[in-house]
């Protein structure tokens, strides 16, 4: 009788046993099934995040292109030394100072700085600021 009661735990054990596997089954098979549609979301994200890359990869590219082009053009070869020609040309201190030649004027009718600074609706600082870099030019041109 101990052997038949024994015999009827283990079928009973055996049977919770495959039950509970059928179960971490099921779970486990809900998990993959998961994770396969989580592989399905990001391959389709990553399909449209290359297609943006490749879409903006040619836009740059054609952008490249026409800034090499231009680079390499006569026109921009002609501007470039027509540049470098007009920085040597010697600095004309009269022409740097026609923008400020209301301050100047102000300055020299003996006018304070927070009344130039009223007038020409600039700040006191501003004001300040353009004075003393025009005695430092003044100073380096002479």
């Known amino acids: 009788m101990i052997y038949w009661l024994l015999f009827a735990v283990v079928i009973t054990t055996a049977f919770i046993v495959s039950i509970i596997f059928k179960i971490k089954q099921r779970e486990l098979s809900k998990t993959q099934e998961l994770l396969l549609q989580f592989i399905d979301q990001f391959e389709e994200q990553y399909q449209l995040l290359s297609a943006k890359v490749e879409e903006q990869n040619a836009k740059l590219e054609k ?68 004075l003393e870099l025009m005695k430092t030019e003044i100073s380096v041109i002479e």
Do not use: C
């Open 63 to 130: 952008k490249y292109a026409v800034i090499l082009h231009l680079i390499k053009s006569p026109e921009t070869d002609a501007l470039l030394m027509s540049e470098e020609s007009s920085d040597n040309a010697p600095i004309d201190p009269l022409h740097l100072h026609d923008r400020f030649q209301p301050i100047v004027t102000m300055i020299q009718e003996g006018k304070s700085i927070e009344e130039i600074a009223r007038s020409t609706g600039k700040g006191k600082g501003e004001i300040s600021l353009i």
